[in-house]
């Protein structure tokens, strides 16, 4: 499965611009010097993102004495990008320009009850079109929706193949979603778009080897090795939540017993917190969000049953953290969403302690352990990457907002139109009219 | 850390003469279209290992009425490659030639007295010397010794960082063999080696993501993803022995419990055996060999103790390869090594039913779970081909041979002289006489 030249072209745009993203305005020399590519290599790929108005010219710098260079700006206006986080809870949704901030946000809140996939596809189409609507970009400059859905995922069929908190299976979500949202979709999940995330824009810039360990009420590891996301053979690497910490211990959705997720998700946490004070003031047994957040002040304020909770957490993440240092020998792991972000420092100085306690003394001395510093949802900005990188796939092919234009002009009145289509994007289906 | 130009030079060599190893006589036309390197790259590649003396033209083949394509093929006798796998109770050495046929054998065994590096070293070096003699090939035609070391290693200092059976900490395992062994020395662990034997001669050919699951005294996972090896920042990936299966469960040599090696490890599969029957004849307490070729036995002849310690084992053995189907979704799962060797087709179709109780099923339905079909052992082989690579990645600095033979030439007489250096090879220092 060697890559081919197209591929190989893809990677690079993306790379071109993605180091223009990070250093807006630039020149193409100090691209191509941060990219390892060759300058007339970085100038052809710039040429084609200018005229696709994805950058812009914004003058020249001197060069000690030489030839002024010009310098490159990516055009913020020149597209906008939505990233959608579907989390056992809510869905979270962020309209980015293409310098990626933020323009909008909407968010939508899932009940348990709300968990057909025809209810969730729902709040997703709404939440996409309140944050459209906010930001007042037009249909055509919408490059694409990336979507992350928690579970296993098979991208280029844009099924959720399995979805553990609602147990579904082989749901073809982007198909029930084309058919209300007129952007070309892209769907991965949270482990993959925390990741990219943090390569891009977090505590991985630059970095090689990073796991990125995702702590919500499913949990999950992002693997960036060589560089690169290492999806595995069918795409659902990083599976760590279902790795066995003790062997016929707590059951877990899954079938299997003593998974690390069962000890340290969201869930996991409350059990350790109850098998320490079954009663505890701190337990909302049916909101995992507010258990959590009435545990980390608890932790502030020194409460023992609080602070011991979070040891016997510490404890078990701690061991299967280091299972992922002795294992892949990363540089980095990132600990990511919303429950390593509610508990914080104290979670973390914890778990570097038992990661000590349990690391191989060769591995351990290579990694850092880091809190995510991305100060927005990870998840959805991830996600937005996916959308971006399909975009730029489909340069050169046709490009995306043009062509998009060209086909709303031809087809049916009101039918939502797709944008040149690409190996990954699932484009929307004109329905007859 | 992108790769340098001369890195992938070096790599490109390297898979046109593993595709040549593979299929001589083979045109360069076959070589360019195996690899995907253009036909003008695999030329000037081929042009410079046959000034090498390491391939040898071979006649023409018909192309369709086109013109005949000249056949190349690998010359066996263009050099000699040394493979030493060294293991907790022998060391192992054999003699290749350059189509990786073994010309020699030798062995030496280690008791735990011997454990010492120095007494190691000699044990290497009187094996390393008898596999020469035996073959009658002369010294300028030895390429290199690729050395196997157990537990982690520092490749290009050369060091035995941590080798846990013998308690070995930061020992110049290379620089001590460098004062006996008079040729150029790499070093790495059975890990590596075994994947890399899988990888060009055993199960993984063609494979892209793959774990060699290496079952022996100790245990660990030689990872190859992507078509690659992952090494780790620090070439310490792969201990999957030392990630914990029992969290507080059986304590380890490493200070950790309840690590994956105490259970299916050779000594944790006695103990498995001694749990169920503590007196079982099938025990010899200070032979691991004679217990697990005892265990095998009395499995075949369905003894029902030796069959519960291997059911308990594969339940242990099926939980940890499942972590890594879940973990890293690879297509393959090679079961490698002496004790997989030894217990065979019994312990493959247990495990594959405990994995299948244990993984997740859209990674499950991906990955086969095999035994290594590598007759010999892949540990010495995969040693060799380390050997290989370094002496390709020293041509073009100095041809490998020849500066061998110009420097013994030039050199102190009675002097070991070494090869032109490469940045992994740790080159034989001339001791002043």
Redesign the interface.
Same mark, same amino acid.
């Given at each position: 499965?060697?890559r081919t030249s197209r591929d190989i072209r893809t990677a690079n745009r993306y790379d071109v611009l993605r180091r223009i993203i990070a250093a807006s305005p630039v020149s193409r020399q100090e691209v191509a010097a941060a990219t390892?590519l060759s300058l007339a290599t970085v100038a052809t790929l710039v040429g084609e993102l200018l005229d696709l108005g994805m950058l812009t010219e914004v003058g020249f710098e001197d060069s000690d004495g030489g030839r002024p260079r010009g310098l490159i700006a990516v055009d913020a206006a020149g597209g906008a990008l939505i990233g959608v986080d579907v989390a056992e809870t809510y869905v979270h949704v962020e309209l980015f320009d293409l310098a990626l901030n933020v323009l909008a946000r909407a968010d939508e809140e899932l009940r348990p009850a709300d968990s057909r996939p025809e209810e969730v596809v729902a709040h997703i189409a709404d939440a996409v079109r309140s944050v459209v609507e906010q930001s007042g970009v037009p249909d055509e400059r919408v490059l694409g929706v990336g979507v992350s859905m928690p579970g296993?995922v098979d991208r280029e069929g844009g099924v959720s193949?399995?979805a553990p908190n609602w147990d579904w299976h082989d749901v073809p979500l982007l198909d029930l979603l084309a058919e209300r949202v007129p952007y070309p979709l892209y769907l991965d999940n949270p482990l993959r778009a925390c990741t990219v995330a943090e390569l891009w824009f977090g505590a991985a810039r630059g970095r090689?080897?990073v796991v990125v360990v995702n702590l919500g009420t499913g949990v999950g590891?992002g693997?960036a090795? =060589?560089?690169?996301l290492?999806? =595995?053979?069918? +795409?659902?690497?990083?599976?760590?939540g279902?790795?066995?910490?003790?062997?016929d211990?707590r059951p877990c959705h899954?079938g +299997?017993r003593g998974c690390v997720e069962t000890y340290v998700g969201a869930p996991g946490i409350m059990q350790n917190l109850r098998e320490l004070s079954p009663h505890s003031p701190l337990l909302h047994p049916d909101d995992q969000t507010a258990t959590i957040a009435a545990l980390a002040a608890a932790v502030a304020e020194g409460d023992h049953v609080a602070v011991a909770a979070l040891q016997e957490t510490a404890r078990?993440l701690g061991?299967?953290v280091?299972?992922l240092v +002795?294992?892949? +020998?990363?540089?980095m792991i990132v600990l990511s969403s919303w429950v390593a972000a509610r508990l914080g420092q104290p979670l973390l100085h914890a778990v570097r302690e038992q990661v000590a306690?349990?690391a191989?003394?060769?591995?351990l001395?290579?990694?850092e352990i880091v809190l995510s510093p991305i100060p927005s949802d990870p998840v959805s900005l991830g996600a937005a990457t996916f959308a971006l990188k399909g975009a730029l796939a489909s340069v050169g092919q046709k490009t995306a907002g043009r062509s998009a234009t060209a086909r709303r002009t031809n087809g049916a009145a009101g039918t939502p139109a797709g944008v040149a289509p690409s190996t990954t994007a699932r484009t929307v289906r004109s329905t007859p009219s």
């Open positions: 499965m060697r390892g296993q193949v399995y090689e080897d590891a693997l090795l =060589g560089g690169a290492h999806r =595995g053979i069918t +795409n659902s690497a990083g599976e760590w279902h790795t066995t910490l003790v062997l211990g899954c +299997n078990c061991a299967a280091a299972d +002795n294992l892949l +020998n990363p540089e306690r349990h191989l003394r060769r591995p001395d290579a990694v």
